[in-house]
């Protein structure tokens, strides 16, 4: 949009938005929000779980409710134990709920796990009519620990709903009675981010009783063998077996924002659970989704092995007629004619019910900025077809609108925006302008690189960039090459030059922006997140431009990052060796061999607990700026993982932040 127009534009909506306030810190803490809402068949009441904030504890709160056709909503359980998951029976008799919660006498459903990591549950089913929450298993069940994840973790009743299947460890304490009484920590492999305190996933199966007294199933089995990750298991439609994905292999590594290592699909008899391999590729095929008919299923695949950490994925379809499973891939997006690719790249997962029938397949995809549904025709050829996914369940009139304590706001209104970088390659981006009544261009503005690197920006719709933009910034969210949404090849175009291209594509976008008189060239910052702080730990030893900086999460080290880090093939393959090998390049690579060149004042964020980027690369990259002189902050958020999540870390994170930049030329 040109200057003139946008001007006219915001003329307009001056007016309607002098009333409004810009978000604040304190809505945080005024989310209140319906969750797996279920509507029963007679359409007069409606469960779900309220999302709320407990004041006391400043931390979010998750429990079963109810509302009548009146309108009236009440918890339905004394005391409100928690409720993660809500999903309801297919006889309508059971709501099935994932809970944290113990045992009626207190007792703990199961060991804990990190306050940090992806909290573990149990399965629980309660009456629709009412009566109190009956346990899966029990005290005497032989599994431990439900996982609540979206990679591995799977509660689908069987086709006949008899039986139920879940993901689940052992529960068992790994360490050996010299350990626990020594009090020594013996390092073990595990899954790392996300994962950390659970054993190896297995899937489980629980013949359910007719009519449930102390405990919903007396027999629980156990259908996959050996230590392994299973996950994202599928009944077939007759139920006689499952399909699931695992990494079977020596080498292990996390999958959490990561899928390149050797998945493969399994298939499991409830008959006779020896596994069958169905599939034998190099990278990683996962999320199976099998065919109404039982004769084929359609997966996810890469042939990369080690490959990026999101890589663009094929269709795959696995024959399971013949005696052994075949595979073809729909179209190979790896292949040398990608240039005119008859359908996107699947996004992960696949949609549980991805079959529209025995032929058609829909799933989600992305383009640029912009995210879409395809579907394809697997007997006519690979081109997209004309198709639509199935309608999205239809939100019950009686369930209650969402957080009203906040009310309307100030928005900020986003665009996208295009460019030409130092090479010519065409780079798209996100930019979220202040709204008139708060400012008028040029405007002060914030850089706010996306991480992975293999991921990208879509929106300034989140609660951060609307409070940076409602307060005067200008936030560009440049979509660098290395992203997703663009393409093989422009996923590729980072590789061995992290702090290259990509910086590169960033610092012509701003140049566009300042060129067309949007961005101020004297009231520029930058802050990132992970591989965002990464960029950000990059540019200030490579430019002096910005007032102020604040990286969080940050890779700062290739070396450290590959040595402390859970997932070494990031490094791996994006720098194309470990650090003996490409010693040179890893330091070149490194924001921690420029610190000294760094003048701009610089805060640092970390969690004390985050596996992907460990909180030393903060530490170590905040000692080389204080030894140089540069004004610089470190900020430690204890019991968080890479993702920082708790409530009044995320108010310090944004409020600091916001102060750091005001107090360096913001305002």
């Known amino acids: 949009m040109k200057l003139t127009a946008w001007l006219a534009l915001a003329a307009c909506s001056v007016a309607l938005a002098d009333d409004l306030q810009p978000p604040q810190i ?10 797996d809402a279920i509507t029963l068949s007679d359409g007069k009441s409606a469960f779900y779980i309220r999302q709320r904030v407990d004041q006391a504890t400043r931390s979010l709160k998750q429990s079963l409710w109810k509302v009548d056709a009146e309108g009236n909503a009440r918890a339905v359980e004394p005391g409100e134990p928690d409720v993660l998951s809500l999903t309801l029976s297919p006889d309508g008799k059971w709501l099935v709920l994932l809970s944290t919660r113990p045992f009626a006498d207190g007792t703990p459903a199961f060991q804990p796990v990190p306050p940090y990591t992806d909290p573990a549950v149990d399965i629980w089913f309660m009456p629709v009519t009412g009566g109190k929450a009956i346990p899966l298993g029990g005290k005497g069940k032989p599994y431990g620990r439900v996982i609540t994840d979206k990679f591995y973790g799977r509660v689908a009743f069987s086709p006949d709903g008899k039986k139920l299947l879940f993901v689940a460890d052992e529960g068992l304490d790994p360490r050996t009675e010299a350990e626990k009484k020594n009090n020594v920590i013996v390092v073990r492999d595990d899954q790392g981010e996300g994962y950390e305190g659970y054993g ?30 299973y996950g994202d298991p599928q009944w077939s439609p007759d139920g006689s077996y499952i399909v699931c994905h695992a990494n079977r292999n020596a080498e292990q590594e996390s999958a959490r924002y990561s899928v390149n290592h050797n998945y493969d699909l399994w298939k499991f008899s409830l008959a006779d659970p020896r596994p069958e391999q169905l599939t034998f590729g190099a990278g990683p095929e996962f999320s199976p989704r099998i065919a109404p008919d039982g004769k084929r299923l359609v997966c996810l695949s890469s042939p990369r092995f080690k490959g990026p950490h999101m890589d663009v994925f094929n269709l795959m379809v696995v024959d399971l007629t013949s005696k052994a499973a075949t595979a073809r891939l729909v179209f190979d997006h790896h292949g040398k004619s990608t240039d005119k690719s008859p359908h996107l790249s699947p996004t992960t997962p696949l949609p549980d019910q991805c079959w529209r029938d025995h032929q058609r397949v829909w799933f989600n995809a992305i383009s640029g900025v912009k995210s879409v549904t395809q579907a394809v025709n697997l007997d006519a050829g690979p081109q997209a077809i ?41 780079i798209e981006g996100v930019l979220t302008r202040p709204p008139a009544s708060v400012a008028s261009p040029p405007f002060k503005l914030l850089v706010m690189p996306h991480g992975g690197p293999h991921h990208r920006a879509t929106s300034g719709a989140g609660f951060d960039t609307q409070f940076f933009a409602t307060r005067g910034y200008a936030v560009f969210q440049p979509n660098f090459r290395g992203s997703t949404g663009y393409g093989l090849k422009f996923l590729n175009a980072d590789h061995k030059d992290f702090g290259g291209g ?62 402390l880090s859970d997932l070494q093939s990031w490094t791996e393959y994006d720098l194309g060796g470990m650090p003996w090998e490409v010693p040179e390049r890893m330091r070149k690579h490194s924001p921690l061999t420029y610190a000294n060149q760094v003048r701009t004042p610089t805060l640092i964020l970390h ?27 470190l900020v430690l958020y204890p019991d968080e993982g890479h993702p920082i999540k708790q409530l009044p870390h995320r108010e310090d994170v944004i409020t600091r ?6 107090k360096h030329g913001g305002k």
């Open 502 to 563: 990509d910086m590169k594509d960033i610092l012509t976008g701003i140049d566009h922006l300042v060129k067309h008189g949007i961005a101020d060239r004297d009231r520029q910052f930058v802050y990132g997140v992970s591989y965002g702080g990464y960029m950000t730990s990059w540019l200030v030893g490579q430019t002096t431009q910005f007032r102020a900086a604040a990286a969080q999460n940050a890779v700062t080290d290739m070396n450290v990052m590959w040595h």
């Open 607 to 633: 969690a004390t607990n985050d596996r992907r980027c460990p909180v030393a690369m903060g530490r170590m990259f905040y000692r080389a700026l204080k030894e140089n002189g540069v004004e610089t902050q």
């Open 386 to 426: 004309d198709d639509t996914p199935p309608p999205a369940p239809v939100r019950s009139p009686l369930i209650p609108r969402s957080s009203p304590g906040i009310g309307k706001r100030l928005r900020a209104e986003d665009e996208i925006i295009h460019w030409k970088s130092f090479d010519g390659l065409e």
């Open 26 to 35: 304190s809505d945080l803490y005024k989310t209140d929000v319906a969750l």
């Open 657 to 662: 932040v916001f102060e750091w930049f005001e």
């Open 200 to 229: 190896p996933t297995q899937v489980w199966v629980a013949d359910l009783n007719p009519a449930p007294a102390d405990v919903v199933a007396s027999k629980i089995t156990r259908i996959t063998p050996g230590d392994y990750w």
